[in-house]
């Protein structure tokens, strides 16, 4: 029996006992991992294909250990200029051991739940103040562009109707929100 499953991004081919290497997973060494997004499942006399993915499929895999791939050497030259970068880059991995190949009654992997800042509660001070900002003429806040980047700084200007934006640098940008 194997199974085509996403793990980290990319598509695998995987069996029962099998070891393989993927892209570096935040799980702990020894922790157990469920991959539900399966794609294809082969049990020998049925091939069952998802659209996109396999309801009630899942892969489970064991966390083996995590390690650095091979190092690649990455070197470009430019003949005749004088110009030589060599560069290296070793890949962050996860080993993982295949323990069973459900296809199916699995369930669906829970999300992660993402930390949301609640609204502040507004204070009793802060209501009157809104009232006056909304009557009184409309004043910019000062705002500090020098922490701000290139783009950024173009897309103020373009708000703000300066002309020429495009060709100017990040000081001469500055110094034209700034006036």
């Known amino acids: 029996m194997y199974a085509i499953v996403e793990i980290a991004g990319q598509q695998f081919k995987v069996a029962k006992d099998q070891k393989l290497?993927?892209?570096?997973?935040?799980?702990?060494?020894?922790?157990?991992?469920?991959?539900?997004?399966?794609?294809?499942?082969?049990?020998?006399?049925?091939?069952?294909?998802?659209?996109p993915a396999i309801s009630g499929a899942a892969v489970e895999a064991k966390v083996v250990g995590h390690l650095k791939g091979d190092k690649v050497i990455v070197f470009k030259k430019k003949r005749?200029?004088?110009?030589?970068?060599?560069n290296g880059h070793r890949q962050a991995l996860t080993e993982l051991m295949v323990e069973k190949i459900v296809a199916s009654g699995a369930k669906p992997a829970a999300a992660k739940p993402k930390a949301e800042k609640a609204p502040a509660p507004a204070k009793a001070e802060e209501?009157?103040?809104?009232?006056?900002?909304?009557?009184a003429p409309a004043k910019e806040a000062k705002v500090d562009y020098s922490k701000m980047?290139?783009?950024?700084?173009?897309?103020?200007?373009?708000?703000?109707?300066?002309?020429?934006?495009?060709?100017?640098?990040?000081?001469?940008l500055i110094a034209a929100l700034n006036q």
């Open 21 to 51: 290497f993927v892209h570096r997973l935040q799980d702990k060494e020894g922790s157990k991992v469920s991959f539900d997004k399966v794609f294809l499942l082969d049990d020998g006399k049925k091939v069952t294909v998802g659209a």
């Open 80 to 86: 005749r200029k004088g110009y030589r970068v060599k």
């Open 127 to 135: 209501k009157p103040k809104a009232a006056k900002a909304e009557n």
């Open 149 to 172: 980047t290139v783009a950024e700084l173009k897309a103020a200007a373009k708000a703000k109707g300066i002309n020429g934006y495009t060709s100017l640098k990040k000081a001469e």
